[in-house]
């Protein structure tokens, strides 16, 4: 089976996050480590936001990125503390919200959040 690129990481703990949610949903899945040769690399034209790459079997890409999505949404409504969504206006929510797809999972879902608990104040 052919592995491809599911997730391009800047770090090695989102990498190793990753790998876990991936586990634990049955995904058979390994970190390869774009950090060494660092020269090389960025002649290549490779960033730093390419230092981690998640790789998967191919034929699992769809069920490891609603993994990824329904462990981002629960770790957004999960949240504590603070985020700068907390001071964005109730429009700027709305817009986040409103363009959903142009947000990541977890930004979409936090932005609903806070914008429930502004609108309920």
């Known amino acids: 089976m052919q592995e491809i690129i599911f997730l391009k990481c800047f770090d090695r703990q989102s990498a190793n996050d990753t790998l876990e949610?991936?586990?634990?949903?049955?995904?058979?899945?390994?970190?390869?480590?774009?950090?060494?040769?660092?020269?090389?690399?960025?002649?290549?034209?490779?960033?730093?936001?390419?230092?981690?790459?998640?790789?998967?079997?191919?034929?699992?890409m769809e069920k490891a990125q609603i993994l990824l999505d329904e462990a981002m949404e629960k770790a957004a409504n999960q949240w504590e503390g603070d985020h700068d969504f907390y001071h964005?206006?109730?429009?700027?929510?709305?817009?986040?919200?409103?363009?959903?797809?142009e947000w990541g999972i977890f930004e979409y879902t936090l932005a609903k959040r806070i914008l429930e608990e502004k609108l309920m104040k």
Do not use: H
């Open 88 to 101: 964005y206006s109730i429009r700027d929510l709305t817009d986040i919200v409103r363009n959903g797809k």
């Open 21 to 60: 949610i991936l586990s634990q949903g049955g995904i058979k899945a390994r970190i390869q480590n774009n950090t060494e040769n660092t020269f090389e690399k960025v002649y290549f034209g490779l960033s730093p936001q390419d230092a981690y790459w998640v790789l998967i079997p191919e034929d699992t």
